[in-house]
């Protein structure tokens, strides 16, 4: 009962289309969670089975403990929900649409009108708030979509997409706006296909074909690449390292020649926060002379292509920077 | 220029042909509209309620009777003893007309030779007097012949035989535009409201917003409910306004009161709006609810009977009538415009009416998903 939402074996057949293919997921209460893949991997799908305008083929959803094949309508009122396209009234103004929505949530007119006030602040709408929804931009129509979606204080906020055709600024202040909204105790669950981005959110969710692939914090997801962190290391003088005995040491991926009688070599170690340090003093003890020794930073985008393209790694696609 | 024009004349027509179920709409439909045309009106008029007065005990009337029950035409419901009954039944609008054969007919026959009848019509009902003129004045050929023909055998010489028709015309004064005019206003009552809502609920999946309200609390019931007062309201505006016109400006006639129009206007339009409602709810696009709508549109002016005569359709093919709000309408809105009657005469048709909207519209909900797939 502590999670959030609660996917079990959840499966969606569209015909003869697979999007769903037995996802489990546990987003607990109080963190962003990235739902991250590329397009056409299930995202959007498993989206609105949680909301409730798909029925899964096979699987359960629970929301906030609630089982919504059983009881949708109270699960709704305990999730905020921005669809991936605009989908308020074009033809109503940014108050009226906060309005309408207001009332349907049946909150009480007072209570709507405080939440109206403090949201249009909060997304930095005030000044736009009698132009009608169709002529903002498509910043503004997002801002308005989030205002919407949080109106009856829901505790569970959804966004599908949210940051699809954004300015990165803008981008940027979305997610800080999400974590601010996780700070008040929300949980939140972003659908991305952006990899950079999921850096902000506290756990990812990696999913392909359906499937999900890996699920982490964004840390846990890169090591799981290599199983480890990457360390480039540049040396002098010795003999050719061709074997390394250490702990921490995970293997040794790559080892080169280059100019000047240098070795460059590159280590997947455990962790590399409490490796780092202990790298010159064995250099030294073997009898070389460091003169690079740095982290290999493995982004998202790397291991999400290691890890949707079927598990099949190419590191030299990885280091090639590197090298 | 050749190559640009025949690049958009082969995409429209890849488009035209991508969507199976609009290119079926498209074809369907004016098949459908023939279709139904042709099973309904390719026989003759059949079964027009008369009523017979018998005023003639004479022996020559059972000829002619006989000759009138015999008629695939007139579908005799009552039979009385005196002119004046007749004449009070085709008032009431419990008949469409009534055939009176008058004291002394037989002895007026066999001692002049010259007899006369008379034809009540109603002169409310578009079209189906000059039908039912041509029925009697065929009756009533055939008889003189037969009444020729026996007296003639009885008497060993030829007495010719002649039958006058007179017709006594019952709102016999009206123009077309009384006939007709109501009933035009009651096109734009059911068709302008029907097509708002048709449109509505498709449009509202089309750009999305029915995917953030289905998120919602809302229910099924908030949402066509919601739908249907603003336009029902849009309906009778359109009523009122096209009752104004056409009796005050075009000067047609009005007998009965605004309210009683007003009350036949809403509960055309809420039938319209119900109809356009579960149009909206099965249609995938605005351009599908369109071709429905015009359909409906073909449908009313074909098969209501106020442009050809219900009379004038096959039995079998008649039940298509009682799907069309505007048969309704058309039967309520004459009885009070043109004969001034009060709205409670014609409380059944209305009744029909709001029925009509409780059934479409409770099958519109049941069919409205709450899903997007």
Redesign the interface.
Known sequence: MSYMVELINLVKKFGNIVAVNGLNLEINKGEIFALLGPNGAGKTTTVRMIMGLLKPTRGKIFVDGIDISKNLSEAKKRIGYVPQFFSLYEDLTVLENLYFFGKIYDLPKNVINERIRELLEAVNLREHKDKLAGNLSGGLKRRLSFAVALLHDPKLLILDEPTAGIDPPLRRAFWKMFKALRNEGKTILVTTHYMDETEHADRIGLISRGQLVAIGTPTEIKRKVFDGDLIRIVFRGGKILTELNAPWLVRLLRRENTANGEQEVVLIVKELASVLPKIPIVLKKLGFEPILIEPVSVTLEDAFIALTSGGEINVGEIIRGYW | MWERLSAVIGKEWRQLIRDKRTIALVIALPLTVMTIFGLAYSGDMTGVKIALAIEDDGPLSSVIISEIFNSRVFDVVYIVDSFDEAKYLVEQAEVKGAIVIPAGFSTDIANLGIGSMYLILDGSWFNLPSAMQAEANRIISDVSDKIALSLSVQRGYSQPVSITLYSIWIHGSLKVIDIIGPTVMGIMVQQVPMTLAAISIVRERE???L????????TRF?LIIGKLIPFAVVGVIIGISELFMVTAVFGAINRGTPLDVLITSLALALAALSLGLLFSVISRNQLQTMQISTFMLIVSFLFSGFLLPIEGMKNEIRFIVYVIPLYYFYQAIIGITIRGVSIIDVIEPILSLFLYALIFLVLSMALMS????
Do not use: V
């Open positions: 750009k999305g917003t995917e953030k309200l289905l998120t919602t609390p809302m908030d709450k899903r997007i797939g």
